[in-house]
Structures are given as structure tokens and as C-alpha cells.
Nanobody, 127 residues
Framework: QVQLVESGGGLVQAGGSLRLSCAAS????????MGWFRQAPGKEREFVGG????????YYADSVKGRFTISRDNAKNMAYLHMNSVKPEDTANYFC????????????????????WGQGTQVTVSS
């Protein structure tokens, strides 16, 4: 079992920055790839970005590419979503997710590939 807890959400002005954190526990953190998703009211949960278990690869949705960065610290069992130049359309509940994998370099963008999810943290961007 893997437990994930997000933190760092809040209210931020457009153009500002925010860092979301995801604390993991339950099994060795380096054994799973991580992803970030978001869900706005009335919309489906969408992929934001992902990072491989080895920290060697990242992949982002076009909507956040160049503005958001994902990192992880396997020694601290933490994953991060660094959000820069935020826009009102980034307003959503943000979730981190874990996918147990033997592959060191694969990133998963399909939410069905992730077995474990956090409870989410709300990000609101004001214009």
C-alpha cells in the first residue's frame, strides 16, 4: 500500500508561483513513477505531468509545458509540482498519484495507470 498526501495549495495571483508537495509512505518511494493530475469543477481529471521512478524523465501536458516542473526527492519520499506563471485556467484540485513499476524510465499519462492517489489540494488563481 502507498499513502500520498498533497500540500501547498492555496490562492495565488495570476503570474505568480506555487509549489505543491506530495509526501509518500508505505513502500520504497523509488519503486513507483509519479504523476500530477488536476480536476476543475464540472471537468474530468486531466494529466498535468509525470516523472519516472529514476527521476531521469519528465513529461508535461501542453497546457503547462514551460510553466510547470515536476521533481522528486527519493531520499525524502517527496514529489513536487513547481507552478510558475500561473493562469486563472490553472484553478483546480491537484492530485498526486503513484504507479508501481519495474521500469525506471517510463512515465504514465493515463490516470488508469496509477494505483494510488492523494486526497488533493486546491489551487485557486485569481485574475
Amino acid at each position: 500500500q502507498v499513502q500520498l498526501v498533497e500540500s501547498g495549495g492555496g490562492l495565488v495571483q495570476a503570474g505568480g508561483s506555487l509549489r505543491l508537495s506530495c509526501a509518500a509512505s508505505g513502500r520504497p518511494f523509488s519503486t513507483y513513477a509519479m504523476g500530477w493530475f488536476r480536476q476543475a469543477p464540472g471537468k474530468e481529471r486531466e494529466f498535468v505531468g509525470g516523472i519516472s521512478r529514476s527521476d531521469s524523465s519528465t513529461y508535461y501536458a501542453d497546457s503547462v509545458k514551460g510553466r510547470f516542473t515536476i521533481s522528486r526527492d527519493n531520499a525524502k519520499n517527496m514529489a513536487y509540482l513547481h507552478m510558475n506563471s500561473v493562469k486563472p485556467e490553472d484553478t483546480a484540485n491537484y492530485f498526486c498519484a503513484a504507479s508501481i513499476t519495474w521500469d525506471y524510465s517510463t512515465i504514465y499519462y493515463n490516470r488508469r495507470e496509477y494505483e494510488y492517489w492523494g486526497q488533493g489540494t486546491q489551487v485557486t488563481v485569481s485574475s
